[in-house]
């Protein structure tokens, strides 16, 4: 079965400091992985997705995530974080032989501190 | 466009008690989910639906009901609440599904709520 896995909880940050938000996955075949954010009392919004082609994709607000295969992850990045960047953020999967079903990680939250 | 809009925002139900969570989506979505989300579990799918009269269980779907009469609307019942179902409630619609086009999911505010 697919799943995800975000090792960190918390990610706290300064301002103005890059920021990486850790994911690696479990899939029988090729992933088609995702990040979704989540701001306080609102539902999840799409940052972005990884497919097929180059392993680095570009997001939403600034956001960019790199696929690696040979180490099964999908971290999300941006060079530089804003305070309106604190929010819970999510990683999900499902592989190329799936239904209609994605995995979610549990999520983390990341804290910027100005 | 108002996008995904689920009503109500909040509830409170004593054990036993019943009710339905309705999600409302004005993009001509034919896929429709409803997920609940606990503190540390992320997003759990309960049931979903690709397209209008159809249904479908997912990853936790006892104790739930769903039906989807019309395209923009689908309903999630409580026959029977139990403190268990105490958690917060998401629906999401996309335009094609999760194995078609890969198509983002367009989630509403969700719904609290809890069961005494």
């Known amino acids: 079965a697919q799943s995800v896995a975000q090792p960190e909880d918390q990610v706290n940050v300064a301002e103005g400091n890059p920021l990486t938000v850790k994911c690696t996955y479990s899939?029988?075949?090729?992933?088609?992985l995702f990040w979704y954010v989540q701001y306080p009392n609102r539902g999840l919004q799409f940052l972005l997705k990884?497919?097929?082609?180059?392993?680095l994709v570009k997001g939403s607000y600034g956001f960019e995530a790199e696929f690696n295969k040979s180490q099964t992850s999908f971290h999300l990045k941006k060079p530089s974080a804003l305070v309106s960047d604190s929010a819970l953020y999510f990683c999900a999967v499902r592989d190329i032989w799936g239904n209609n079903r994605l995995a979610f990680g549990k999520g983390n939250q990341v804290v910027v501190i100005p | 466009n108002a996008g995904v809009t689920q009503t109500p925002k909040f509830r409170v139900l004593k054990t036993g008690q019943s009710m339905t969570l309705l999600c409302a989506q004005d993009?001509?979505?034919?896929?429709m989910y409803w997920y609940r989300q606990d503190p540390g579990m992320g997003l759990r799918l309960i049931h979903y639906?690709?397209?209008?009269?159809?249904?479908a269980k997912g990853e936790v779907p006892d104790g739930y009901n769903v039906s989807r009469l019309k395209k923009q609307n689908f309903l999630l019942g409580l026959e029977s609440a139990a403190p268990s179902q105490t958690s917060v409630y998401f629906c999401?619609?996309?335009?094609?599904?999760?194995?078609?086009?890969?198509?983002?999911?367009?989630f509403g505010n969700g719904t609290r709520l809890t069961v005494t």
């Open positions: 899939v029988s075949g090729n992933p088609y």
């Open positions: 990884y497919i097929t082609g180059d392993n």
């Open positions: 999401a619609s996309s335009y094609g599904g999760q194995g078609v086009n890969n198509s983002p999911l367009h």
């Open positions: 639906s690709v397209g209008e009269g159809t249904t």
């Open positions: 993009m001509n979505h034919e896929y």
